[in-house]
Structure formats: C-alpha cells, structure tokens
C-alpha cells in the first residue's frame, strides 16, 4: 500500500514535469579530450539564454531539447577551456565536442576566468569527486599515489587507524560502501592489508564517492558508493606512462586499434620489494608481492552505439618457504553497450561478473592444509537516461544480480597431514531491483531529484538451515535439528522500497542550500572481528536468521562561492540512523565456523555531525581544508529468550558505546603550490582524534597468567594523530618531443611522530610479573620516498 | 591462524611500526571474586584459588590469602567427593582426589561472608594417550634454529573432543598467555596426530632454563588433556584479550565470562572458571648437542 501511494504521487510530479509541448528540437553529442579522445564525465553544458542546462552522463554523453531559436551553448569541464559555440536550432543537432587541457595551469598566470560553479547549482549534495591530477600530487606513503587515501583527506571520510584496509563513511563501517570499478563490484579494494589501494591511478578516469544523496540507479550498501571509472585509453594516438617508484614500479599503454573508434588500455603495477628480498639469505624462500592490472577495450560503431569490454585482475601473493602460504585478490570483469534509442533516450546495457577469493594454506609436513574461500557476483542491468526537456531529465533501470557466498572450505593436503576436509555450505542468493527517478527544475531557483528503488532479495537453496530450540540462534549445543531446503528452493526473502530525495534552492548564483534525504539497504555483510578488516573476514548474506540492514539519512548543506568560483565553501550537517547491523559476539569464532548465526548479534546504530570544507580550485596555489565533527554510536542487544539459561546481555550491555571508528574531529589541509614552471611543491597536515579504546577496569589472575577485565566497550579514546607530509615534484624544462618525465620526492610523516593505532595491555614478556600499557605505532618514522615519472 | 597473520603483518610493518611503553593512569575495580581452580584424572595436587580483582598497572599481587576460611566442596555427580583444604605455604585450597572419566563435577565455594559460589557443570571425557614425544632442532621456517617439541597421538573418531596441552619445562610450568596451547577435533576428527610440533624452545629461552634450573639438559612433561567446549571457548577468549592484543588484526576488548556464579543468581558471575579435565602425560629428555 505505501509503495503504490509513493509510486503514484511519483508519476503524478513526473507527468506534471512532462505535461508541457511546442516545437522543439534536440541537441546532443558526447564531449571529449581532444589529445586523448576520451569521454569527460560530468562536464556542464549551459544554455546561457535559459542559465540552465544539463552534465554528461557517465560516458560523456549529453542531450538538450529546447524550443526553436538562437543559443549559445557553453562546454565547460574542471581544468579544460571552456568553448561557447552558437546554435540556430531549427532541428535536431548533433554537437561533438572536443575540449583542450587548460595549459595555463602549468604556466604562472594567475587564472581569472570564471571557473565551475557546478558545486553550487547541482542538485548534488554529499558527493566528493577529486580530479586524478590531484591525487597524484597528493604526498602518500611511500609516493604511492593513492585514490582512497586521498578521499579519506575529505570530510565524512575516514579509516580506523594508518594501514587499515577501506574507509569509513559518515560513520558507517566499511562494508557500508559500494565500490564500483566500471560497474563491477570490488569487495577488497586494499593491497597489503590496507596500506595502498587496488586502484592505479593511472588507469583511473575519475573518482566519484557519494556519502549521502545517493542516486536511485545505486543500490545494495548503506553508507556510500564509491563509483570509480577507468580510462578508455586514447583512440587518436599510441602513447603511454609509467613510474619507478620505491615500491610499486608501474606501466600503462593505450592506443588506437581504429584510429578515433576503436582504442585499448592496459595498465599494470607490480610491487618488486620480494625480488630485492631473494638476494638476501634470510628471505631467499619467501614470497611477498601484489600487482594489478586494468584493461580496456572500447569501440565506437557509429554515432548510437559503443561497446566497452572493462578488465581487472589483482593479487596479494605471501609465502614464507614451507610454512606459510596466503593469497587473495578481486578478478572483475564487465561488458556494457552503449545504444541511442533516439536523441532524447540514452541506453546502457552491463553485464558484470566479479570473483572475490582468498586462500592460504601450509604446502606440506603435518599441518598441511589448503584454505579458499570466494564471493562471486555475476550483474545484468539495463539503465536508461531520459532527457526530456532541459528540466526534467529522467533516469530508470533495472538490474539482476546473482551473489555466491562459498564462506570457505578447508582440507589437508599430502600424506602426512593431520586434517581432514571441512566444508561451510555455500549461499545462493537473487537479487531483482528496479528504479525510476527524476531530475526536475522549478522555476529558476530549484532543483529538485526524487527517485525510488525497489529490490527483493532471495536466499535460496540448496542450503540446510540450522534450527535452534528457542527459534533464535542461541548457541551450537541448542540446534535441535537442520531444515533442508532444495535447489532454488528460497529459505529467506526480504524486499523493501528505497526512497531518494535531494533538492536545491539556488539563493543566488554564488550561494545555495541544499537538503537531501535517503533510505539505503543492505542485503549482506562483512563479519569481522578484528580492528581493522583483515582480507579474509567473511561477506555473510541475509537469510534465514540474519536480517537485512537498512539506513536513513538526511542531510542539509550551505554551498557558497567566492571571487568567480575560485573559491568554495561548504557546510553540511547530517543525521543517520542504521537498523540491523552486524556485530559479532565477544570471542567469536568466524573461520570454518559452520554455524555462524550463533556467534552473530544485529544492533542499531546512530551517526550525526558537521563537515565544512573550503577548497580553491584555481591560482599558483590550489588545495582545500577540511573539517568533521562527528559521532558514531552502535547499541546492540542480545536475544531476548525468556527461558533461556545465561541470557546472552548483547554487547556492551545493550547500552549506546561509540564505534571503532568514531573520530570526534577530523582536520584535513592539502596545498598545492606551483613555485615555478619546474616546481610544484605539495603537502598535507591532519589532525584527527584518537579512535575509541577500551582499557581495562581491573584485572585478576588465573592460572598465574594476569586477564585484563572489561566492563564497558569503547569508553576511552587513544592519543590523537597529527602528521605532516611534504613532497616536491620536478619537471624538467627541456623534454623530448615525446618522452616527457618528472620526478617526485618527499617525505611521509616528516616529523616522524609515532602516531598511535592501539593503545593495549600486557603482561611484560620479560618480566611477566609485571603489567604495561603499551602503543602500538604502524609508522612512527619520517618515511622518504623518490618516484620517476614518465609519458611518452 | 592469528599467529600466521601477526607474523605477516610484523612482516610488512617491518621497518616503520614501533611499540613503546606509555604511562597510563587507570581506575582502580570494584572488587570482584575470583576462583580459579581444577580437578583432573592426574595424580597430583589439584587446587583452587581465591582472589580479588585489584588494578591492571598494579605492580602488587592479589592476596589469594583474604578467602582462607573458604569452604570449597567438589560434587562429583551431585555428591560430595572432596573439599579442598587451604595450604598456607601454597596460598591455594588443594585436594589429592582424582577425577574419574565420564563423571560431573560441580565446584561450590561458601566464602566466609555467607555468599555461595557454584560452577556450572564440567563433565570428563575421554583422553587418547601421547605415543610419542620428542625434541628436535628446527632446519626450516618461522622455528628455524629452536628445539621443537612434537608429539604423535591418534585422536578418536566422533566430532565433539576439545583439548588442551600443558607443557612442563624442568618442572617449570609454561603459562604465559602465548603457552595457552588448545584446540578441537572439528579439522581433525578421528585422524593420526602424526609429528605434531606443539612448541617451540629458542635459544634464549634455553639459556634461561638452564641458568635458572642449573641443569643443561632439558626434562619436558606433556600434559594432553580433554576438556569441556565451555572450557575451550574460555581459553580461546583468555588468550585472545592476552596474547593476541593491539594490532591491526586481533580482536577489540571484550569481557570473560567465566563458569562460576552465584548460587541465587544465575547471571551474576564470579571471574575465573573451574574446569574438570582427563588428562594423559609423557615426557622426555633433550640435550642440544
């Protein structure tokens, strides 16, 4: 009943938005770099007469339809020229437009010219986009340019401590964020634990992170969507990049197949630390190494129809001789086409398939074994982007997933092995969703974009449900017997409506406020217990016991802009509420554990704060600071079973505790600053409070051994962490007339303070009588780093 | 597996991550009972200790004498077997009876004040005997270059069979937090434990046995012990808040709950635990040569 209420009043607003017509014509095209070829995403097209317009869409494809008459059309897009071009629109045109790189950026002239004013008239709201040039001058460690480190400099964005793997949003955990490699899901975007991203920067096109205000087309996490797109590789002319850094060594390529149709991109990263390690006689049998690679092919077949073929493969390969083996890494791989319906009617039809898997494992002798575990997705979707008039501009689609969990199977290998073979059943599930939604301007000052998303999750078989004797999964000696459920026979299924609302009330040109509200659902789950995710925490679906989660937000913004846009400053305020998130059990056992509902409790939780940001985007010095205070609270109670002996209390006694990665302030400073035509000197300063700790309210000693005791979770808080990074970057005035090259150096953490990631408790393994607080500092030293960049 | 990922990650963060000592002030518990205390099929002196929570930087040790007019009663299937009587010299309440396979065991506490502690039930199981145990030097690996302890057993057929392993060095108990040695038979189940190496004695370690015994060769007793699940799941926390602790991948605080509660009152719980046990023993000598 609810959903046909709020399905009907959408098609009301919608037909209203529609119900208009004269003669009118349309104007569409793709917008491009002209060295390159490639799409720009997100480029403004303005009609000046109207001072309104539209953005391309995510493959540079735009589509106006106005009434016959005279316009300028204005093409502009962050660091390229701006073109104006005059249409007497008489029927329908065709308008490709090729944009050039604004070389003045390079030069020391001081731009004056109006820069984007898209932050404040865009109905967006709580969306972060950094350009890649400007992660890439960003210092990291180890001069790894690096895409998710550099979003968590932006406010709302964090992790919970140096080295963690993903990042948390608005005070969601890190299983809350969708991250999509050209549509395909990623479900471990770390390498080495969390130290670097699996993203190479010089694969990547653009970078767009949503931490609210969320578009209807995106579904299925609660906190963001991290949607990351690749480049298409240059379809005009053979080149390519690369760098020698300290610890990743990198080359990309990319050409044409068919000169401006057809063009390829392959682009690799290896990291060669183990290859040095084999010289030494202590590391000569151990492995210890990651790579990834991106690939792309596209091919323009006419004017209506492009095809992509997307590819990316990564690993993270550790062993240690005979002892020790681990491996893991994302394989996704995606197919879309592009298709004109007609000049108002854009089309793309994507096919996904992603595998997600780790393994370890000992190679031989008596604790022989081999573990493996993977998440497969297999995706279709059909979107549509339906550009009405210049004020409504429609998008809808529907997507049909398929999420195989196979939670791990272990067996022993050889003769001398003393295991046996272990299997976690595996869990099928669908997942059918629909969305319509509506960008719609009023009058001159609002916009406004409303959408839903509808979706139905099935668990099906075949799958045995463990069955408990208080209906709740209590513990492993309750199970009182197994349901069987057959092939494609469905054991759970749960569906629920998404509504999205954003709107933009322009004060005037420089200034503007912006609310936005959103329901987001979540149908599975990252289950760990540790502090920071480990790649082998375990992607749990919603079934039989475990519900699915769901989060609303609602957001307001003041966006405003000084001296013709170089400037921007915005405020945001948000408030969220999260329902049936996962938290595990205290001792929890999760690997191999094949009744895993038992050692699980779904809680709720709360997040609030402010994020204030001012940027400047053009001039010598460029850069932005950034600002959150913020709060992020879980409550989560045990089974209430009347009768049940040793009531499980929940965590932290069912009582509100702050989550492992609230961080009360969280300061950010980046600049940038171009000294000279040879120079560009970067640097970063943060400043963030220390994450939330428990220590000990007493202690006691059993078996001569002295245990910590802990009351209540989360109520202390470690050392807070500032650090300072500086790097510098040199481009050689005299270049070859192809080969170009620069060269980075700097240093991370430069004044080399230990910045604490725990703060814990133990007996003194020299003395152990004795009892100490201890901090444990991930890089508690100024870290150098030197990188050899080049193109040609 | 948490010992693998600590070894990985120490391997990455090799040259930049530190730990340092820092001076922390912390509140000072409400006091809280503590009994710690067994019964096993061995032939020897089992004990219970009582004792009171006291600060975690307490650089004092519980007084495990405040509780010595303690009645300490051991039921074995619902009938008295034992009590456990204070040694002063020892600090603990101690019984010589030994527990029978197959058979209950409730522990109850009257302490002086009149309050009465009970622990749930522990019930022994079946233990399957060590075959073999012996020391050799390691030529390979994380233990290259230390005296391994290894073990053959053959552990019996049917899931369910949870153990804990103690090991004695020149009658020296092992019991830092990183000794805890435990598993279950999930992985293992009715499988030959052939060469099993349970521990490992580095070089240190052994200049330290020798100049604190006084003797260069090694005498090391194994104890394989059958527990309860309860009892297995207890370590597994106790070892996870006190060993694996602090980094990246272990596990954030969390409380114990122990099996000992108030006789009145199910939920309100004494810390510690008393855990009844089956227990097979071997031993060996090692001389590193």
């Given at each position: 009943m609810k959903f046909n209420l709020l399905l009907i009043s959408f098609l009301i607003l919608t037909a209203s938005a529609t119900g208009q017509s004269s003669l009118k014509h349309t104007i569409k095209g793709y917008l491009r770099d002209v060295t390159s070829n490639e799409n720009l995403v997100g480029a403004s097209v303005i009609v000046s007469e109207l001072g309104s317009g539209t953005v391309t869409n995510v493959y540079g494809f735009y589509s106006v339809t106005l009434p016959e008459g005279e316009y300028t059309i204005n093409y502009s897009y962050v660091g390229y020229k701006s073109i104006s071009v005059k249409i007497d629109l008489k029927k329908d045109v065709t308008k490709n437009i090729n944009l050039e790189l604004n070389q003045e950026v390079l030069k020391e002239v001081v731009i004056t010219a109006e820069q984007n004013d898209a932050n404040v008239?865009?109905?967006?709201?709580s969306v972060e986009r950094i350009d890649i040039q400007t992660i890439k001058k960003i210092p990291q460690l180890l001069g790894e340019a690096d895409v998710i480190k550099s979003l968590q400099l932006r406010p709302g964005v964090s992790s919970v401590g140096e080295g963690a793997s993903g990042f948390n949003v608005r005070g969601g955990n890190i299983d809350q964020n969708l991250i999509l490699l050209d549509e395909s899901p990623v479900y471990n975007s770390s390498h080495l634990f969390g130290f670097f991203s699996v993203f190479n920067p010089d694969a990547v096109k653009e970078v767009t992170l949503y931490k609210g205000g969320i578009p209807a087309r995106y579904g299925g996490r609660l906190s963001s969507v991290m949607d990351v797109r690749q480049r298409e590789g240059n379809s005009r002319q053979f080149s390519g990049q690369g760098g020698i850094g300290v610890l990743f060594s990198r080359l990309t390529l990319e050409g044409p197949i068919i000169k401006d149709k057809m063009s390829f991109l392959i682009s690799g990263r290896r990291s060669y630390a183990d290859l040095f390690l084999r010289l030494t006689e202590d590391f000569r049998d151990n492995q210890a190494y990651f790579y990834d690679l991106n690939t792309k092919v596209n091919y323009t077949i006419n004017d209506r129809n492009r095809i992509f073929l997307s590819g990316y493969f990564g690993r993270d390969i550790f062993g240690f001789g005979d002892d020790f083996r681990v491996e893991w890494g994302n394989f996704t791989g995606s197919v879309r086409w592009n298709h004109l319906v007609n000049d108002k009617l854009f089309m793309n039809i994507t096919g996904v398939y992603s595998d997600y898997q780790y393994n370890l494992g000992i190679p031989s002798g008596s604790q022989a074994f081999d573990f493996r575990a993977k998440i497969l997705t297999t995706e279709f979707k059909v979107d549509f982007t339906h550009y009405l008039n210049p004020k409504n501009k429609l998008e809808y689609g529907l997507d049909l997933h398929f999420f195989d969990f196979l939670p791990g199977e272990a067996r022993g290998l050889g003769d001398e092995t003393i295991f046996s073979e272990v299997k976690v059943p595996a869990e099928y599930t669908v997942m059918p969703a629909i969305y319509l939604s509506n960008e719609q301007k009023v009058g001159d000052r609002i916009t406004l974009q409303y959408g839903l998303r509808y979706a139905i999750f099935y668990n099906i078989g075949p799958l045995d449900v463990n069955l408990y004797r208080y209906g709740v999964p209590t513990q492993q000696s309750d199970i009182i017997g197994v349901a069987r459920y057959g092939e494609a026979e469905i054991n759970a299924q749960y569906d629920g409506l998404e509504p999205r609302f954003a709107a933009n009330y322009l004060i005037d040109k420089k200034q503007s406020v912006k609310v936005s509200c959103m329901r987001t659902r979540q149908y599975m789950q990252l289950v760990s217990n540790t502090t920071a995710a480990t790649p082998f925490d375990i992607w749990k679906p919603a079934g039989y016991y475990i519900k699915p989660a769901t989060a609303d937000q609602f957001a307001v913004g003041y966006f405003r802009n000084f001296k013709g846009n170089m400037w921007e400053f915005s405020a945001e305020t948000y408030y969220k509420v999260l329902q049936n998130v996962l938290e595990y059990r205290d001792g929890a056992e999760l690997i191999l554990n094949e009744h895993l509902e038992t050692e699980l409790l779904q809680g709720d939780g709360r997040a609030y704060g402010l994020e204030l940001m001012l940027s400047k985007t053009a001039g010598r010095i460029t850069g932005w600071v950034s600002y959150t205070l913020s709060r992020s609270e879980l409550k989560v109670d045990g089974f209430q079973v009347a009768d049940y002996y040793g009531a499980q209390n929940g965590v932290n006694k069912g009582e509100w505790y702050p989550s492992n990665w609230d961080k009360t302030h969280d300061l950010s400073v980046v600049a940038q600053y171009d000294l000279t035509t040879q120079w560009v000197i970067s640097g970063t300063f943060i400043y963030v409070t220390g994450r939330p700790a428990t220590y000990p309210s007493g202690a006691y000693v059993w078996d001569n051994i002295t245990v910590p005791l802990y009351d209540s979770r989360n109520q202390n808080r470690i050392p807070h962490t500032h650090r300072l990074d500086l790097s510098a970057t040199w481009t050689p005035v005299r270049q070859g007339k192809r080969w170009k090259s620069s060269l980075s150096f700097g240093i991370y953490n430069v004044y080399g303070r230990k910045n604490p990631y725990s703060v814990f408790f133990r007996q003194d393994p020299d003395n152990p009588g004795r009892t100490q607080s201890m901090r444990l500092a991930i890089v508690g030293i100024p870290v150098p780093f030197i990188t050899y960049n080049f193109k040609f | 597996m948490k010992k693998f990922l600590y070894a990985l990650f120490s391997f990455t963060v090799l040259f930049s991550s530190c730990q340092d000592e820092i001076q922390l002030e912390l509140t000072d518990p409400v006091p809280q009972v503590v009994i710690d205390g067994c019964i096993t099929t061995k032939d020897t002196v089992h004990y219970v200790r009582i004792s009171s929570t006291q600060n975690y930087l307490s650089s004092e040790k519980p007084d495990f004498t405040n509780e010595k007019d303690a009645v300490v009663n051991l039921y074995e299937d619902g009938n008295l077997a034992t009590q456990y009587q204070f040694n002063d010299s020892t600090k603990q309440f101690e019984s010589t009876f030994r527990a029978t396979i197959g058979k209950t065991y409730v522990l109850e506490v009257q302490l002086a004040d009149g309050t009465t502690y009970l622990s749930e039930e522990e019930r022994t199981r079946r233990v399957p005997s060590i075959d073999t145990l012996w020391v050799e030097k390691s030529t390979s690996g994380f233990t290259q270059g230390n005296y391994d302890i290894i073990f053959t057993s053959r552990e019996p057929a049917g899931v369910g069979d949870n153990y804990q392993w103690k090991l004695y060095y020149n009658g020296e108990y092992q019991n830092q937090p990183f000794d805890l040695l435990f598993a279950e038979d999930r992985l293992v189940d009715g499988n030959v434990i052939g060469e099993l190496p349970l521990a490992s004695i580095d070089e240190e370690k052994y200049d330290e046995l020798v100049k604190s015994t006084g003797k260069d060769t090694i005498r090391i007793v194994l104890d394989q012990t059958t527990i309860t699940r309860n009892y297995y799941e207890f370590l597994l926390i106790v070892q996870q808040q006190t060993a694996f602790i602090g980094g990246p991948f272990d596990s954030p605080p969390a409380p114990i709950r122990g099996n000992i509660y108030r006789s009145e009152d199910f939920d309100n719980r004494a810390l510690g635990f008393f855990y009844a046990a089956s227990v097979e023993t071997a031993f060996t000598k090692y001389r590193p040569e």
């Open positions: 008239t865009s109905v967006e709201m | -």
